[in-house]
């Protein structure tokens, strides 16, 4: 018996006709990153990403990237992890994809990014930005990093 005799049919359209009444969606806006300056970190992923800088202040700025935006809020007292200690949490990462690793690489590194010596895998590289949080430069279509 096909879902139409099982009433199958029936839960669907009660479904849709609660969908089509939520007045409270989600949608992702952003990720902000703590720092020590707001300012400066977003100068940083404006200049990588090619975005632009829509917003800045003391506390806040915002970068406009391709893909979307990335906050940044001002930190008294900021401490960046120490990755890849596994006493220190890093709590997230930021993975960027990359056509050509070498010439990404010089990119950020002529921005200001420091490549940390161990690198865990072949195709992705991980850096930290300039307040020390850690990024990746991946390949793009080789996936995503394992264990950055």
Request: overall charge negative; proline content about 9%; some cysteine.
């Amino acid at each position: 018996m096909g879902a139409a005799g099982r009433g199958g049919a029936g839960r669907l359209s009660e479904a849709a006709r609660i969908l089509v009444r939520m007045s409270d969606s989600i949608k992702f806006g952003s990720v902000a990153l703590e720092c020590p300056d707001a300012g400066q970190l977003a100068a940083f992923y404006a200049e990588i990403t090619g975005g632009t800088v829509t917003s800045a202040d003391e506390e806040w700025a915002t970068v406009k990237c391709p893909g979307g935006d990335l906050d940044f809020q001002t930190a008294p007292g900021y401490q960046p992890p120490a990755w890849p200690d596994p006493s220190s949490s890093m709590q997230m990462h930021l993975d960027f994809l990359v056509d050509d690793p070498d010439a990404a690489e010089a990119r950020v590194l002529a921005a200001g990014a420091t490549k940390f010596g161990f690198q865990p895998g072949d195709h992705f590289r991980v850096y930290a930005d300039p307040a020390g949080h850690p990024f990746c430069l991946c390949v793009d279509g080789e996936g995503p990093p394992s264990q950055a």
